[in-house]
């Protein structure tokens, strides 16, 4: 037996009922999902479609929640299991899959970038595309009041690099956030690609709040 098992925290981290896994299969059974392969459009940002896991609930907040803040970084192995039996296919049409950076003091506390880190547990590692940097240090989205203070607070945060411009060029990007509520952050970094004249431009989220 192995003695590290006595400190195993074996409770369900949605309804704290004791589990074998971080999150309880009764409690993975009330997530709604989308439909496979579905998308929304938007006609007024730099990117066209949106590939959504789940719609936004208290479920799926806690659970987001707990990967980002409490550190249950296992976690990103579910997301990502989810995120290949949903959008495998959608996926292979693209060339690049960008997770949206953190600015490197935020990714230094707390320990990893969490889109980074799904996408590597989906299997994605090639398709990631890393030279788009967070600049400048933004203040949390879902603490902004409205659409216009989200848009001014991630306005101009992602720097590309110059090197970069001509790997741009001509390919496809999905940009990859976890939650997406007026899509400002991701429309940021879609205005990037989309001066370096990229092909086509999409986003997928695990929920679309
Ligand atoms: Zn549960």
Redesign the pocket.
């Known amino acids: 037996m192995n003695i590290f098992n006595y400190f195993l925290d074996s409770k369900?981290?949605?309804?704290?009922?004791s589990?074998e896994n971080r999150?309880?299969q009764?409690?993975i059974d009330k997530i709604d999902f989308f439909p496979k392969n579905l998308y929304f459009e938007r006609t007024d940002f730099y990117f066209e479609k949106i590939f959504s896991l789940f719609p936004y609930n208290n479920i799926v907040s806690n659970l987001i929640h707990s990967y980002k803040f409490n550190d249950y970084r296992s976690l990103s192995k579910l997301f990502g299991s989810w995120l290949v039996e949903y959008f495998s296919e959608t996926v292979e049409n693209y060339d690049y899959i960008l997770p949206v950076p953190l600015h490197v003091k935020k990714e230094r506390v707390r320990g990893f970038n969490q889109t980074d880190l799904i996408l590597k547990a989906a299997g994605w590692d090639k398709k990631i595309f890393k030279n788009i940097k967070k600049d400048i240090e933004t203040k949390q989205q879902s603490l902004m009041k409205n659409s216009f203070d989200r848009v001014k607070n991630s306005e101009n945060a992602f720097k590309i690099s110059e090197s970069a411009v001509e790997l741009v060029k001509n390919h496809s990007f999905l940009i990859f956030d976890d939650i997406t509520t007026t899509g400002a952050t991701a429309n940021e970094i879609a205005k990037h690609l989309y001066f370096c004249n990229a092909s086509k431009i999409d986003l997928m989220v695990l929920s679309l709040a």
């Open positions: 369900c981290i949605i309804c704290k009922k589990s999150v309880c009764s409690c």
